[in-house]
């Protein structure tokens, strides 16, 4: 039995704003942070979770962590485990920390912190990494994780078994794709950064033809010509014909009518989607944009959406709308592992293929999970995941990309643990000669204008 004592929140940022790491069209200069929880037990085992965040406000998050960590102190992880559902509806069943939400937001964030914790924990206990438990489960064990409250007129406990039965009997297959490193085709947005030059591009793309990647991500929105540019220069290192795939994201830089105006300017240049064209919440606002866009003189634009999707609910609704090709739900964003397993099946009932968030730190290391576990356990069918190739060296079990796939995680956990030394060399706003932030390095962006 292992029992939970206590945990501890930490504040880490790294200054990726130096470099333009990241830029887009909307987040200018982020550094990009982790909102850490440690879950401490009578155990040797500890249960790591983090919220992706991009710098300023991660404070918010860690003092959101703290006040949903403490719901679980003083309890078995047997109790909690058993069955999920009901742990997961506790952990949001807090009626005054409701009040700050409900199930969005800071608060939010903080939760998908504290359930991936768990889930960490949970991991290690049983000796797997987290797609493994669930990929050993049944159907009526894993639609057991889930709270279904707010989205069974689109969704049932039972048809959601259903669908799982259907793909169950060639999961073990899938199980082999996995253990080889073949169940999760990554792509790569490390070239697309709007705030690279021309040449960082030009180099980064030709990188990534060699390393073997398909699938290419360019941010847009900046200027209109400058984009033609950039994916001008894009198209010319990946070509049109040789299988290459080119995928556009805005950031949310557009109203609806601007989004379909600038889009069919850039349909030349044959995007399978744009990503984030308007506001996250806009849900027909995505599905005018994707029905103005299904027929340019290039062919079809579909478009994307999720990463700063707040709830099972809000996808629901997008899939309901008719509004999405492709769905990117945030490891972290959305309350953990739990609603996450929602949202995947919301997606394969609605059949749109998942393609997880995973710009920012740490977020690749736990979307290898989800993505395997929508390959082996809820679709059955390979789709993409986003591999960003920065700040995996503060890890401890890294993702990784070989031969254009990821590299499926063995390691027991959700493999977002960080190497202590990582942790108290970015800790913010940190110990005297322990931090950077306490270096003269640090100045410009502590003391510099906030963009
Ligand atoms: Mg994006």
Not at 83 to 105: A, C, F, M
Request: with cysteine; proline share 6%.
């Amino acid at each position: 039995m292992v029992k939970i004592t206590g945990f501890v929140t930490r504040d880490v940022r790294f200054p990726t704003s130096l470099d333009k790491t990241g830029s887009d069209a909307m987040n200018a200069a982020g550094d990009y942070s982790s909102a850490y929880c440690i879950i401490k037990t009578d155990s040797q085992h500890e249960g790591h979770g983090m919220t992706f965040t991009i710098g300023r406000g991660n404070e918010i998050v860690c003092a959101a962590i703290s006040t949903i960590a403490s719901l679980v102190v003083g309890k078995d992880l047997d109790e909690i485990t058993a069955d999920w559902g009901k742990t997961w509806r506790y952990l949001v069943s807090d009626s005054q920390l409701r009040w700050i939400g409900p199930e969005k937001g800071v608060i939010h964030l903080a939760l998908g912190a504290v359930v991936n914790g768990l889930w960490d924990l949970w991991a290690k206990t049983l000796a797997k990494p987290v797609w493994r438990i669930i990929a050993d489960m049944t159907p009526e064990e894993v639609v057991r994780c889930i709270d279904f409250r707010y989205i069974t007129d689109a969704l049932t406990p039972e048809e959601a078994v259903a669908l799982l039965k259907e793909v169950e009997p060639t999961k073990q297959d899938r199980i082999r794709d996995a253990e080889q490193n073949r169940a999760v085709p990554a792509y790569t947005t490390s070239a697309g950064w709007l705030g690279y030059s021309e040449e960082k591009l030009k180099a980064l793309l030709a990188q990534s033809v060699e390393d073997g990647f398909k699938h290419f991500k360019l941010k847009v929105g900046g200027s209109l010509e400058n984009d033609k540019r950039r994916l001008t220069i894009a198209r010319e290192a990946i070509g049109y014909d040789k299988g290459n795939v080119l995928m556009v994201d805005a950031n949310q830089v557009w109203s609806v009518p601007e989004a379909i105006t600038y889009m069919k300017e850039l349909a030349q240049f044959k995007p399978w989607f744009i990503e984030e064209p308007t506001s996250p919440d806009d849900v027909l606002g995505h599905a005018a944009i994707r029905k103005a866009l299904s027929d340019t003189p290039y062919g079809p634009i579909g478009v994307a959406t999720g990463e700063m999707c707040q709830n099972r609910v809000m996808f629901k609704q997008f899939l309901q709308a008719g509004a999405l090709t492709v769905l990117q739900p945030d490891a972290c964003r959305v309350g953990g592992v739990n609603e996450c397993l929602a949202i995947l099946l919301l997606a394969r009932k609605f059949g749109i293929p998942i393609v997880p968030h995973s710009g920012g730190v740490g977020l690749p290391e736990y979307t290898q999970h989800l993505s395997t576990i929508d390959y082996v356990v809820i679709s059955g069918k390979r789709s993409l995941l986003e591999y960003v190739d920065h700040l995996h060296e503060h890890f401890e079990h890294p993702a990784s990309v070989k031969d254009g796939y990821i590299v499926t995680p063995t390691e027991p956990g959700y493999s977002v643990q960080m190497k202590p030394d990582s942790m108290e060399q970015y800790s913010f706003p940190g110990e005297p000669g322990k931090s950077w932030w306490t270096s003269e390095e640090a100045k410009p962006i502590l003391t510099g204008p906030r963009i």
